[in-house]
């Protein structure tokens, strides 16, 4: 049986349900083809020669083997993520429209759905030329505004006090962003944000444990947005850059960017590690672009998760002064 979705603007069949994702009755036309399969099942071009690709970021990272073959079609590329249960390796055709993911029996439906709709649509995303930041988008009066930042930095935290503020969520881990006519416009992702157990006690006191994992071995968890997503792509209207203040517990405040905003945007993209330098090249155009066109922040913050709605106001009322 073949499931249908639509995530970060891309209409997506898969042989298999993905129960993090609504699911769509058949498209007229399907972007995206995936094909989920066991190790020991046969997989397409199997007499393709791998050679190892390595760009400077892949260097730094131990679970994650990129690839690459010759065919007579064009080049297939392989994705290979080594996880706690062993490994599961993404293969792309020359288009990449059509995907297969062999992965052990052993590994967790859970630990695949969380990885499809994170590193592995964002590594397509990113081969097929699309921008994506790390980070969560919200709603704010008919535009997308993104927070963007490292690991920790409160991306999730801040969708979630909006969310539960009365702001819809557009996406959460990945902000996918496209360039049409002059304007960016950014894609929804799905209804769900990865909460670690701070912010999780600090929304949910009362029910931290009734949340699924987002992977089996790790404590972040799925907070759902149900009524508070927002499904339709919207015009991005600002970007903040989240970092921390001098003091644990500072008031919240934002500040301009300088020059130095285009290196801020290009160092918090998703999954770069995939991209050859001409890519990168490419990328760093778009990010300036639209760094002339977009307002880019910089919003300080404690690690005080309490103070989080008090940033949510810094915000607001930084917007209110852009229109």
């Not at 997506?12 to 972007?31: A, M, Y």
């Not at 059509?98 to 759905?113: A, C, F, G, K, R």
């Not at 940033?311 to 607001?316: E, F, G, T």
Request: aromatic residues 10%.
């Amino acid at each position: 049986m073949t499931h249908f979705y639509n995530i970060y603007g891309l209409s997506v069949s898969s042989s298999r349900k993905i129960e993090l994702l609504n699911e769509l009755v058949k498209p007229s036309l399907v972007d995206l083809s995936v094909t989920w399969a066991s190790e020991r099942a046969a997989i397409p071009n199997a007499g393709l020669i791998w050679q190892r690709v390595i760009t400077r970021q892949l260097s730094a990272k131990q679970r994650i083997l990129f690839f690459s073959a010759e065919s007579n079609s064009g080049t297939y590329l392989k994705l290979t993520f080594i996880t706690a249960h062993g490994d599961l390796s993404v293969l792309m055709d020359p288009d990449k429209k059509n995907v297969w993911i062999i992965h052990s029996d052993t590994e967790p439906v859970s630990n695949m759905n969380s990885l499809f709709v994170g590193s592995i649509l964002g590594c397509i995303l990113r081969l097929r030329g699309i921008l994506c930041l790390h980070g969560s988008v919200i709603n704010i009066d008919g535009q997308a505004v993104i927070f963007t930042g490292k690991k920790k930095s409160g991306k999730s935290t801040t969708a979630t006090a909006f969310s539960r503020l009365g702001y819809k969520v557009m996406a959460d881990d990945i902000a996918v962003i496209n360039e049409a006519n002059g304007n960016f416009v950014v894609q929804p992702g799905y209804a769900k944000v990865r909460l670690r157990p701070q912010p999780l006690e600090v929304f949910y006191p009362e029910n931290t444990y009734a949340f699924d994992s987002v992977y089996s071995h790790r404590d972040s968890k799925y907070s759902d947005l149900a009524g508070s997503f927002h499904n339709t792509p919207l015009k991005l209207g600002a970007i903040y850059l989240l970092g921390e203040t001098e003091e644990t517990d500072g008031a919240p405040f934002v500040t301009p960017t300088s020059a130095e905003r285009l290196v801020q945007l290009h160092s918090n993209t998703f999954a770069g590690y995939v991209l050859t330098p001409d890519q990168q090249k490419a990328e760093f155009e778009i990010l300036g672009r639209l760094s002339l066109k977009v307002p880019v922040k910089y919003l300080h913050f404690g690690r005080n998760v309490k103070l989080v709605y008090q940033q949510c106001s810094v915000v607001l009322d930084d917007l209110k002064k852009q229109v």
